[in-house]
């Protein structure tokens, strides 16, 4: 019998500013809670000092003022909420970009996208297996913009957001690790995730990524007329994933040819080539008949137990799979789990 736990639903309106604000003072404890965690691993694993870190963060902030100052002005909200300087809610924000460069990486995800004649009634269901540091805070929050636009979202230690919005749109990521060498002073990830996801048509999202999101990312979107498109990232680079037989399944290793030489996964998560083939599979076993209901099962695979699909954190690993999230964007709905997929009942929330 698998366990039952609901995320509670923290509801945000309003102007940028008092988005952020009424978020991050309903999770200070969270928000303080990661930023001290995130400082300390980045400070007890390179011999590095906060103001260092610090120096390096507010290199980023004019890049997201010129790209989205509303962004900006909720972030801005997001620190006096939480009682916490801009840099530091920019720490959470810069996680991915800070963990590669300070060679923490550990947040390795399988995803996938599936529509038309591969699902049981055509429609698009988008979703991911999300893993990352054990202990990360997860939150569901539920936002309603002044003109009227609705997100929910599943986030992550207060910054990286899983979301499905009114207009009936879906996105999840996986991680991509190209060459340390390639990297360069991007926006970071979790900055252009907000303005893709305020677009209220596929493309106008995919366009944001496609100018801004360059970096180490694998995006997947969906939408309400059962389009899904996903798009793979370098810091100088992009390419566009068309689906397969109205399928799409990555994880964290390119699939574009140019950009797979020095690409550095196996390093982190050589099972990325097996988890993707895997979901792959395992989608295609029941094509035609894909629901819901199938895509939990698939989410809870225990292939390449510890390291599959569903992954668990043993033999002294620090990252496992911390929640599970399905949405169908035609549907308004997305169903997550509190833990594992193996371990805990997908619960149901609505826009």
Known sequence: MKKKKR???????????????????ARRDSFITSIDSMFGEYIQANQTGKEEIVATLRKY??????????????????????GVSLEEIFLLRCNFELSFYYQRMKTFCTSFAVTGKATKDGKAIIGQNFDATVGRTIDLVKVTHADGLRQLSLVFWGACELTLNSAGLGMVLNVVVSPVEE??????????????MRQKRIGD???????????MMYYCLAGKDGDIIGIETKPDDFNVIQPENDILAHANHYNTDRFKKGELV??????SFVREPRMRRLIEK???NITVERMMEIMADHNHYPKGICNHALEGSTAETLASVIMVPEDSVMYATWGHPCEYEYEEYRL
């Open 7 to 25: 995320f509670d639903v923290i509801e945000c309106g309003g102007a940028a500013f008092d988005i952020g604000r009424q978020y991050a003072a």
């Open 61 to 82: 902030i004019p890049l997201v003022e010129s790209f989205d100052p509303y962004l900006l002005d909720m972030l801005k909200g997001q620190a006096d909420g939480a």
């Open 183 to 196: 990297q360069l002073l991007t926006l970071p990830a979790c900055c252009v995730i907000p303005r893709a």
């Open 205 to 215: 999202a995919l366009g944001i990524f496609c100018a801004g999101g360059r970096s």
């Open 266 to 271: 196996y390093m982190g998560a050589p099972s």
């Open 286 to 288: 029941d094509y035609g």
